[in-house]
C-alpha cells in the first residue's frame, strides 16, 4: 500500500480553496472543488509554473496555469488546452477520521 500523507482536517479546505503540501522538496496542490477533494503537482508541465496560483473553476475542476494559461483538469491531470500538452501528475486522495491525506509512491 501507498504512503498516505496529511493534509489537513476536512473542515480546514473549503469549496473553492486550495492548499499547497510539501511531499520530499515536490509540491502537491490539495483542492476542494465543491466538497469533492483532489490532489495534482503543483508545478505545470509546460514550464513549470505553480499551478495552485492560477484560477481555479470548482463547478469544472480545472485549474488555468498562471504563467501561459492552459487550463488542466483536476480528476486526470490532462491539459484541455494548449500551451501546456503533457498531463501532470494526480495523487488518490483518502478521507481517514476527518482528515485529508493523499496517497503517494
Ligand atoms: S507554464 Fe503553464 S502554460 Fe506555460
Keep these: 500500500m501507498s504512503p ?10 473549503q469549496p473553492g480553496s486550495c492548499r ?5 522538496g515536490d509540491p502537491i496542490g490539495v483542492f476542494n472543488c465543491d466538497g469533492e477533494i483532489l490532489a495534482m503537482e503543483d ?8 499551478l495552485a496560483e492560477g484560477v481555479l473553476d470548482p463547478e ?11 487550463i488542466f483538469d483536476l480528476r486526470t491531470g490532462i491539459p484541455a488546452t ?23 509512491d
Excluded at 498516505?4 to 479546505?13: A, F, I, N
Design 4 to 13: 498516505l500523507l496529511d493534509v489537513c482536517p476536512v473542515d480546514e479546505l
Design 20 to 24: 499547497i503540501i510539501d511531499w520530499e
Design 43 to 50: 508545478r505545470c508541465s509546460h514550464d513549470g509554473a505553480p
Design 60 to 70: 469544472r475542476c480545472t485549474i488555468e496555469c498562471p504563467r501561459h494559461g492552459a
Design 82 to 104: 494548449l500551451p501546456a500538452y503533457v498531463p501532470v501528475e494526480t495523487f488518490p486522495v483518502v478521507i481517514e477520521d476527518g482528515l485529508i491525506k493523499i496517497e503517494v
